[in-house]
């Protein structure tokens, strides 16, 4: 069983979940981990406000600017420059851990395969 505050292996959790030995912490470990990508490709999809945009005027005396709403478009978090920077430093930690975890876990395999490590 993992103890609290230790961190969790996305590998390591997935074969002892497969292996039968694995417990309700390495389920959990999963599952956070697979919604926090989930999310974090769903986050930039968040409407944070409108964009009017102006159609052709309606009236066509000289002079009178009277125009017409051609339609409202919808702004994403991920259109913003300030949520393109952080879903994107999100996305690179997000990665960086998966990496991390994969190369942990294949080092823990090949020590643990090693001669007189059995």
Known sequence: MQ????????FGDIATLATGQGGVDQ?????VDTTVHGLSNLAPQIAVGTAV???????????????????????????????????????GILTGKVLLD???YLGALYVCSSPGNT
Do not use: C, D, W
């Open 3 to 10: 103890s609290p505050g230790h961190p969790s292996n996305t």
């Open 27 to 31: 389920g959990y470990a999963v599952a």
């Open 53 to 91: 945009t102006i159609g052709r005027a309606v009236s066509h005396t000289p002079g009178v600017y009277n125009p017409t709403t051609v339609g409202t478009t919808t702004v994403t978090a991920g259109m913003t420059t300030a949520g393109k920077l952080l879903f994107q430093g999100v996305e």
């Open 102 to 104: 994969a190369g942990v």
